[in-house]
């Protein structure tokens, strides 16, 4: 059974750089079968897809937050990470890290918990 | 982006109860419509992908159905595990995006 874990900092000081990391396990990251993805819900709000990461270093953002956000994965510790930069109180948000089938139907079918981020000073 | 409503936004229903949600999307997307079920604390879990298709280990009291805009989850029998959030995923263009959510709780 496939897992992952999200860790990070629960609080961020406005301006800066929010970075969250995902571990995976019960599966490798390496598998070419699929994406890793970072999903936010901010509180009262709904769900909104960040950006996705693929094995290859490939990666792909919302362009709502392209600018800010950058997303890695590193294939020696089965792990992703997600950098949102520039943080403001509108990035307080649960955060969640997800494995998307790359089978061209794109279903989020392995989530994190989520951690939750608040941003404040 | 494409935008997917949901209705209802809550619902209150009976253990043994039959439950529907309906997800609509501002423009066709074909069968790309993904469902999830979410609890408070815990991780949400993919139920229904490409509008029908049933994920693994997923009870078959849940189905879905229809395609371009309009698609819907059923319940059959409401179980008391049964009572969370349900979403919608549009998974035909990035931005992936997500409907609302539906709470169910019991009557």
């Known amino acids: 059974q496939v897992q992952l874990q999200e860790s990070g900092p629960g609080l961020v000081k406005p301006s800066e750089t929010l970075t969250l990391t995902c571990t995976v396990s019960?599966?490798?990251?390496?598998?070419?079968?699929?994406?890793w993805d970072w999903i936010r819900q901010p509180p009262g709000k709904g769900l909104e897809w960040i950006g996705s990461?693929?094995?290859?270093?490939?990666?792909y953002s919302n362009p709502s937050l392209k600018s800010r956000v950058s997303i890695s994965v590193d294939l020696s510790k089965d792990q992703f990470s997600l950098k949102v930069m520039s943080v403001t109180a509108a990035d307080t948000a649960m955060y969640f890290c997800?494995?998307?089938?790359?089978?061209?139907?794109?279903?989020?079918?392995?989530w994190g918990q989520g951690t939750l981020v608040t941003v404040s000073s | 982006d494409i935008q997917l409503t949901q209705s209802p936004s809550s619902l209150s229903a009976f253990v043994g109860g039959r439950v529907s949600i309906t997800c609509r999307a501002s423009?066709?997307?074909?069968?790309?419509v993904n469902w999830y079920q979410h609890k408070p604390g815990k991780a949400p879990k993919l139920l229904i992908y490409?509008?029908?298709v049933l994920q693994s280990g997923v009870p078959s009291r849940f189905s879905g159905s229809g395609s371009g805009t309009d698609f819907t989850l059923s319940i059959s029998s409401l179980q008391p595990d049964d009572f969370a959030t349900y979403y919608c995923?549009?998974?035909?263009?990035?931005?992936?995006?997500f409907g609302p959510g539906t709470r169910v709780d019991t009557k």
């Open positions: 997800a494995r998307r089938s790359r089978d061209g139907y794109n279903h989020f079918d392995f």
């Open positions: 019960g599966g490798s990251i390496s598998d070419s079968a699929y994406y």
């Open positions: 990461g693929y094995y290859t270093g490939n990666t």
């Open positions: 423009q066709s997307i074909a069968n790309f």
């Open positions: 490409t509008a029908s």
């Open positions: 995923q549009q998974s035909q263009s990035i931005p992936f995006t």
